[in-house]
């Protein structure tokens, strides 16, 4: 057992400094990236996606984000009838849209029998579990890299820590891994196992190792609100994935509940439109929590706790309302410290500490 001292950060320990700077508009602000992948191709875009999880990674969330060059990991519970209906149908979103698979034999038979049936190559992968920490998960990344060769782009994760970073890019073959354990809104991992790591510090800590090998990094778990995705970016994340904040919106996929509108006998004609129920809230999970275990997994195993929490959100309309507050936070921010481009944001960020959560 031993003790590591130094002091580790969460979003809601800093605040970013601003600073003087040559005049520069919001508007004028380019968000977008353009990445070469280690061992793939390049992409340019909003680099901002939309989590596999069930909820939010579905196919309705990547024709909206694709329209706005955002991305979404899809969820890993389609069917190959639902898969080929997107890669066919839209071949503009593939540019968008993670393909997510796990790490059991079933999964890279899944894909295999899409990758049969499809009329176009799928050019980004996310290979997803909890835990990335073992041998078998980076072995089974680098089975993936054989099966689809150099040109498509492998996300992987989760992990957070730097060492993990190093093997899952030279090791796995991986293009960006993905940084996060216990962060999320609706994740109980660090309660349950107490295992975790604070997430602006393993942003920081992983950036460093993986733009030093040529890789890439996507943060994982811990925004609640525009800001923290701006620090996320300002510590170094190449893309940052999203869950919590696009819960709710009309792209999500799961059980809302409804208000009924009531109107007396007296009461004025409406339109037939303000008479239907309206969504008021989303039943939003997390993939390692009982409810999810229940309805994909065929029930939590004896062996096994439920690690998420499962919350009804408030409803939040189109999730373009939402990306464009975050898009804004960004865009202020950079304005701020004077970055012309997200690229430099990180070059012109200084943290402070704050005393308490703010």
């Known amino acids: 057992m031993r003790i590591v001292d130094e002091v580790k950060l969460d979003f809601c320990d800093v605040l970013i400094c601003p600073k003087r700077s040559q005049a520069i508009t919001r508007a004028g602000v380019d968000l977008e990236r353009k990445y070469k992948f280690l061992h793939s191709t390049e992409w340019q875009g909003l680099p901002l996606i939309a989590s596999n999880m069930t909820a939010t990674g579905t196919i ?38 993670f393909y997510t698979l796990g790490v059991k034999d079933e999964d890279f038979k899944k894909l295999e029998t899409v990758l ?16 990335g920490y073992t041998d078998f998960f980076v072995t089974r990344v680098a089975r993936l890299r054989e ?33 996060g354990i216990g962060p999320g809104s609706v994740c109980k991992t660090r309660a349950v196992t107490g295992c975790g790591y604070p997430q602006l510090s393993a942003i920081i800590e992983c950036a460093d190792v993986a733009h030093g090998l040529n890789g890439h990094i996507c943060a994982d778990g811990g925004c609640r609100e525009p800001g923290d995705v701006v620090k996320a970016f300002a510590a170094g994340a190449d893309y940052v994935m999203l869950g919590g904040m696009l819960a709710g919106t009309e792209e999500c996929e799961g059980e809302w509940r409804y208000w ?52 009804f ?35 012109c960020t200084t943290f402070v500490r704050v005393n308490r959560p703010y």
């Open 60 to 97: 309705a969330m990547a024709k909206s984000l694709g329209r706005k060059g955002a991305m979404t990991a899809l969820h890993k519970f389609y069917t190959v009838p639902e898969l080929r209906y997107l890669f066919d149908e839209f071949p503009g979103l593939i540019q968008h849209t």
């Open 116 to 131: 049969s049936k499809t009329k176009f190559e799928i050019p980004f992968y996310c290979v997803d579990a909890a835990c």
């Open 147 to 179: 099966m689809v060769g150099g040109t498509p782009v492998i996300m992987a994760g989760n992990i957070a820590t730097p060492e993990m970073v190093q093997e899952l890019l030279l090791v796995g073959k991986a293009d960006i891994v993905k940084i």
């Open 260 to 311: 009924e509108p009531s109107f007396s006998p007296s009461s004025r004609a409406v339109d037939k439109a303000d008479k239907e129920p309206k969504k008021k809230s989303f039943l939003f999970y997390g993939m390692s929590s009982r409810e999810a275990n229940d309805k994909y997994c065929g029930g939590l195993k004896d062996y096994r706790a439920a690690e998420g929490t499962c919350e």
């Open 313 to 347: 959100v408030p409803y939040k309309g189109p999730v373009e309302r939402v990306l464009q507050e975050i898009t804004g936070g960004m865009r202020s921010a950079c304005a701020y410290v004077g970055a012309k481009k997200l690229k430099d944001l990180s070059k």
